[in-house]
Every structure is written in structure tokens, then in C-alpha cells.
């Protein structure tokens, strides 16, 4: 550490270089030794750290000074000590090989009297006396790293002239400028002229298949169909297939096969599980093979698309349904638990969540959700009762605050705010597959019919990504094209900076243009 950053420990404030104000009680300021006294904690300052005056301890118990060749006039601890040995401090220029630019020298006095051995002899000392007493914090500061090491002979190397160096390379900030048009054009066709000459811009092309998989074995996904193909419909995917498990004797859910067809669909299998998934991947039965997989499914599915992920683009990793609500006081208990549990009807392992700052709510929830559980039909009660009885979890909370940073954590799939400050979550939360916002709206809103989508991240992926939308089924791809007076500056900015990374065909690249262009020989 040097200069600021070391005063800035030393003075818990930032830029006051070597000073701090007398009066910085007055102002309401506090050093680090300050704070730490207040929990009990004894702090020390041995060695080199520029205190001005010497004499000042800026919330310190324990000061011992050892300063540099600059303040030899400084009567110092340790020029306290090398008198009492009839030794005194030596300026640099006293010593073979000193140099100005260097802020210690090697020490001329016999070891055991020199600034490290002080300092060290010190910070032992000061160890010894307090190890068994309160907590401590110790700031040392060891003049000797700074001392100017004679290198051999054989690690000399002269100064090159300057005007052999190298050119710079040129800042070019045609990333920065383009980064910031697709900000502003997001979603969108734009073109930008990032210098005279250069233009670069995006085009949005949609893929040209989507295999959408529809669930239907514990029950029938009607709403997956409407998610997965209507979206690709509307992006412009040019071939949608659908694909859902049969149950014997019928096939595919008669339900889900008519709103496949009426959403859009091109092709419709009746497959499911992973051969449905193969069967997309691959173009099987005459298809063309799926360039984009979309669609809830069970653990099978979701491993299927996991490992066919690179050969075919995926939506997202997605795992069992979760469900958190965000609830104070003034929340109804009765719709928190009948949202819980229409969410843990999913399957066994389908995490419901909880987080309050109200003790009276969460223990109303947690008597009435199995009160709830119990009267459902039998698979479904089956599934819920298992999901609450290993998922299911309730996080008493103290604050806003609390509640908001524990959901950001968890990044639920879907997420309901049944609180008195809705505004404010909905500024203040960042991590969420989905939120449902109020006590009118509720997930299975959002699951059917409301107009979000229901593919949502889950395990925590709400961190990273979004759910299902249009631009999934969009690619957005770049294009560039210039002048040839463009060249003069791109081409040798491309040239020098290949150049540097060493890989010389690229640099020729920009070398040919420039040639060819007449801006070099």
C-alpha cells in the first residue's frame, strides 16, 4: 500500500493523502481504530506510515514510528533507538547505489538495528502483550520492501531508445459504440455508423424450426401448446413441430392436439418423453430437424434437452415447478396457501416457498396448507403432500429488505407479492422467472390464460435468464461494411493490434487493404 490507499485504511476516509483534519471528531468522522474500539477491539500502528504530526495517533492505543530516509531530522521511535545504540538514520545519498526515486534505502547499521528488524521487533512485542488479553487489529508497515536491490550484471537492460519503441496500439472504441446502438435498438433492425465509413448493425431472422414438447402425462398441458407454439407463430418461425406423449387407446390428449393445430402447429407427433425429443432433434418421420427445442417437461425430458443442448438450441434448464410468495401482515393466509398449494400439485418434488415478516401469517399457512393438501383428489393430494412435505418452506423475515434480498437468493420460478408495498417490490426485486404482483393475480394466471408465459427458469436460473419469448425463436446477428477510406485507419488499427497477439495472417489481412487502397507501400 502507498500513500492513499494506506491512508485511507489508517483514516477510514478516502482521499486526504497524508493528513487528516484535527478537527475530524467535530465533523462527525471516525478512523477504523474509532469503530473497532466500539466492539471491544485494542488497535496498533508500528512502522513506516506517514502520521503527520509525529506524535498524533488518530484513534490508535498503540503507536510506534519508523520513518524513511526523507525525515531523517524526524525524532522518531526508531531514531530513539539508534541513539540509545550511539547509531543515527542515514539519508539515501550516504548509500552506494541510492537512487531518488526509491523511498527506503538499504540499511548501513548492523541488522539487528535496522528499520525491519525494529519494526518487526515491535509487532512481536505488541503480539506477545495482547495475545491472551481483548481482540486486536494491528496496522505494520515495513519500510524494507521498498529498498533498491542491486540486480547482477546480467539483469541489466538499457533503456531502448525512444524512437525505436513501437507505435501505440490505437484505441478504437467501435465495440463501445456498437454495444451501446444495440442497447438502444434492442430488439430491432439497425444500421450505425461507428466512424466515418464504418458501418455495423444487426438483423433480426427468426430460426427456421421449433420443436415445441407439450407434457401430457400426469396431466394434460393444454396451456404448454398455447405458450410454446403461439410464441414461435408469432416470431415467425416458418416450421412449428408439436410433439406429446400418448395414453393408451387415445393417443396424444384429443385437448391438446386441437390447440396445437388451432395455435399454428405444422406437424403434430404422438411421442413423448425422450423419443419425443429425439424424434424434433433429428427430423425423424420426413421432418426437418429442430433447430430450436422449446416446452415444460419431467425430469427425462429435461435431461433429454441437457444433452442434446449445442446440437439443438434449447429455451432453458428446467426443473420441477416452484412457487414463492412474498406476504407481511396484511396478506390473506387462506389465498398464500391456496397458492402454495396450487403450485406443489405439480409433482413430488416441487418446491413451494414462503417468506414473511409476519409470525401470525406463517403460522396460518402452516396449519391451513395441509388442511388444504388433505382435500384435493388423490393425485394431486399425492403429489402436493409429498412437494410440502420435502420442498415445502417458510422464512420468517424482519424486514423488506430481508424478505426481497432472501427471494433474490432463492430465484424462484414464479413469484407473488401479496404485500401493503407492492411498488416497491416490483422496483426493488431482480431475480424471478415471473411475478405476479397483488392478491388478485396468482401463478395459475399466468400458467393458462393471463398472457405471460409459463416456460420459466428454475434452480435458481431466474438469476441469468428469462422465461420463454418471442426473441428465443430470434437470432440476432451482426454485419459490418465500410469505405475503402475507411480502411486507413481500421486496417492498420487491425494490423497492429494482430500484430501484438501475434498472429501475423490476420494482420495481413488489413496489411492487403491498405496496399491495395494506396494508404501504404
Known amino acids: 500500500m502507498c500513500i492513499r490507499?494506506?491512508?485511507?485504511?489508517?483514516?477510514?476516509?478516502?482521499?486526504?493523502?497524508?493528513?487528516?483534519?484535527?478537527?475530524?471528531?467535530?465533523?462527525?468522522?471516525?478512523?477504523?481504530?474509532?469503530?473497532?474500539?466500539?466492539?471491544?477491539?485494542?488497535?496498533?500502528a508500528i512502522g513506516k506510515m506517514h502520521f503527520y504530526p509525529w506524535d498524533a495517533r488518530h484513534g490508535f492505543d498503540y503507536r510506534r514510528i519508523a520513518e524513511d530516509k526523507r525525515h531523517i531530522h524526524v525524532r522518531d521511535d526508531y531514531f530513539k533507538k539508534l541513539r540509545s545504540a550511539g547509531l543515527r538514520k542515514f539519508h539515501g545519498d550516504e548509500h552506494e547505489g541510492y537512487q531518488e526515486n526509491f523511498t527506503a534505502i538499504k540499511s548501513i547499521v548492523p541488522y539487528e538495528h535496522s528499520w525491519d528488524h525494529f519494526v518487526g521487533e515491535e509487532a512481536v512485542r505488541y503480539i506477545n502483550n495482547h495475545s491472551n488479553d481483548e481482540p486486536f487489529a494491528m496496522m505494520v508497515g515495513f519500510p524494507g520492501p521498498h529498498d533498491p536491490y542491486d540486480p547482477s550484471e546480467d539483469f541489466h537492460v538499457p533503456i531502448p531508445d525512444e524512437n525505436s519503441m513501437p507505435d501505440p496500439i490505437p484505441f478504437c472504441d467501435h465495440d463501445k459504440k456498437f454495444a451501446e446502438a444495440q442497447l438502444k435498438n434492442y430488439g430491432q433492425d439497425f444500421e450505425v455508423e461507428l466512424s466515418p465509413g464504418l458501418f455495423a448493425g444487426q438483423k433480426l431472422i427468426p430460426v427456421n424450426t421449433a420443436g415445441c414438447y407439450i407434457p401430457g402425462g400426469r396431466y394434460a398441458h393444454i396451456a404448454s401448446a398455447v405458450m410454446s407454439v403461439t410464441t414461435a407463430k408469432v416470431a415467425g418461425v416458418k416450421n412449428i413441430i408439436a410433439c406429446s406423449p400418448p395414453k393408451e387407446g387415445v393417443g396424444a390428449h384429443p385437448a391438446i392436439v386441437y390447440t396445437a393445430d388451432l395455435c399454428g402447429a405444422d406437424v403434430i407427433l404422438n411421442l413423448g418423453g425422450v423419443p419425443g425429443i429425439?424424434?424434433?432433434?433429428?427430423?425423424?418421420?420426413?421432418?426437418?430437424?429442430?433447430?430450436?427445442?422449446?416446452?415444460?417437461?419431467?425430469?427425462?425430458?429435461?435431461?433429454?434437452?441437457?444433452?442434446?443442448?449445442?446440437?439443438?438450441?434449447?429455451?432453458?434448464f428446467a426443473g420441477p415447478t416452484e412457487i414463492a410468495v412474498i406476504a407481511d401482515d396484511k396478506a390473506d393466509a387462506e389465498m398464500v396457501a391456496v397458492d402454495l398449494v396450487g403450485q406443489a400439485e405439480h409433482g413430488y418434488n416441487s418446491p413451494a416457498w414462503l417468506y414473511t415478516?409476519?409470525?401470525?401469517?406463517?403460522?396460518?399457512?402452516?396449519?391451513?396448507?395441509?388442511?388444504?393438501?388433505?382435500?384435493?383428489?388423490?393425485?394431486?393430494?399425492?403429489?402436493?403432500?409429498?412437494a410440502w412435505r420435502d420442498y415445502g418452506e417458510v422464512i420468517l423475515c424482519d424486514t423488506d429488505e430481508e424478505m426481497?434480498?432472501?427471494?433474490?437468493?432463492?430465484?424462484?420460478?414464479?413469484?407473488?407479492?401479496?404485500?401493503?408495498?407492492?411498488?416497491?417490490?416490483?422496483?426493488?426485486?431482480?431475480?424471478?422467472?415471473?411475478?405476479?404482483?397483488?392478491?388478485?393475480?396468482?401463478?395459475?394466471?399466468?400458467?393458462?390464460?393471463?398472457?405471460?408465459?409459463?416456460?420459466?427458469?428454475?434452480?435458481?436460473?431466474?438469476?441469468?435468464?428469462?422465461?420463454?419469448?418471442?426473441?428465443?425463436?430470434?437470432?440476432?446477428?451482426?454485419?459490418?461494411?465500410?469505405?475503402?477510406?475507411?480502411?486507413?485507419?481500421?486496417?492498420?488499427?487491425?494490423?497492429?493490434?494482430?500484430?501484438?497477439?501475434?498472429?501475423?495472417?490476420?494482420?495481413?489481412?488489413?496489411?492487403?487493404?491498405?496496399?491495395?487502397?494506396?494508404?501504404?507501400?
Open 404 to 521: 426481497a434480498t432472501i427471494s433474490d437468493e432463492y430465484a424462484p420460478e414464479h413469484l407473488e407479492v401479496q404485500t401493503q408495498n407492492l411498488e416497491w417490490f416490483h422496483k426493488r426485486l431482480k431475480n424471478y422467472g415471473s411475478l405476479f404482483i397483488g392478491e388478485e393475480t396468482t401463478v395459475a394466471y399466468g400458467d393458462k390464460c393471463s398472457g405471460t408465459n409459463h416456460i420459466l427458469p428454475t434452480k435458481g436460473a431466474g438469476r441469468y435468464t428469462g422465461g420463454l419469448f418471442v426473441g428465443k425463436f430470434i437470432k440476432t446477428l451482426s454485419f459490418q461494411r465500410m469505405t475503402k477510406e475507411s480502411t486507413k485507419s481500421v486496417g492498420a488499427a487491425c494490423a497492429r493490434i494482430s500484430r501484438y497477439e501475434g498472429m501475423e495472417a490476420h494482420a495481413r489481412t488489413g496489411d492487403a487493404r491498405l496496399r491495395k487502397y494506396g494508404f501504404s507501400n
Open 357 to 386: 415478516t409476519s409470525k401470525r401469517l406463517a403460522e396460518e399457512v402452516l396449519k391451513r396448507v395441509p388442511e388444504l393438501i388433505a382435500e384435493l383428489p388423490e393425485v394431486p393430494r399425492t403429489s402436493a403432500e409429498a
Open 278 to 316: 429425439a424424434a424434433m432433434t433429428n427430423g425423424l418421420f420426413k421432418n426437418p430437424p429442430a433447430d430450436i427445442l422449446v416446452g415444460p417437461g419431467n425430469q427425462f425430458v429435461a435431461e433429454a434437452k441437457r444433452i442434446l443442448f449445442g446440437k439443438v438450441g434449447i429455451d432453458l
Open 5 to 44: 490507499d494506506r491512508n485511507s485504511l489508517k483514516h477510514g476516509v478516502t482521499g486526504n493523502f497524508d493528513s487528516l483534519r484535527p478537527d475530524y471528531k467535530k465533523t462527525g468522522l471516525k478512523t477504523w481504530p474509532d469503530i473497532i474500539k466500539e466492539d471491544g477491539y485494542n488497535s496498533a
